[in-house]
């Protein structure tokens, strides 16, 4: 059973960092195009940063390139997305997802179209003084 769990969210004032993990089970991660997306209240969710199979090829949103970084660490089997200088525009929930069935699509098509087939439950993050 494929299963993604997110964790790391919290409140952090603006201009902090904070890192989000998600870590896989039933499946190797490494092996999946990979997104992280977010939504805020009232929000349609939006794609963060998405990026391929092999990390070759990374799309990041407008509104988090240059402060948002993803990694991952295959020996754990987990995503994190490195997130600095964090706004109040930042809060939202946060969900991994990943391309199971690969659809051979560009990172900035994932994000675009959000259309992946296992989602994690969501971490909060609140970015508030």
């Known amino acids: 059973q494929v299963q993604l769990v997110e964790s790391g969210g919290g409140l952090v004032q603006p201009g902090r960092p904070l890192r989000l993990s998600c870590t896989a089970s039933?499946?190797?991660?490494?092996?999946?195009?990979i997104g992280w997306f977010r939504q805020a209240p009232g929000k349609e969710r939006e794609g963060v940063v998405c990026t391929s199979r092999n990390g070759g090829s990374t799309y990041y949103a407008d509104s988090v390139k240059g402060r948002f970084t993803i990694s991952r660490d295959n020996v754990k089997n987990t995503v994190y997305l490195q997130m600095n200088s964090l706004k109040p525009e930042d809060t939202a929930v946060y969900y991994c997802?990943?391309?199971?069935?690969?659809?051979?699509?560009?990172?900035?098509?994932?994000?675009?179209?959000?259309?992946?087939?296992?989602w994690g439950q969501g971490t909060h993050v609140t970015v508030s003084s």
């Open positions: 997802a990943i391309d199971y069935v690969g659809r051979l699509w560009s990172p900035r098509t994932l994000c675009n179209e959000k259309i992946l087939d296992y």
């Open positions: 039933g499946l190797t991660l490494d092996h999946y195009a």
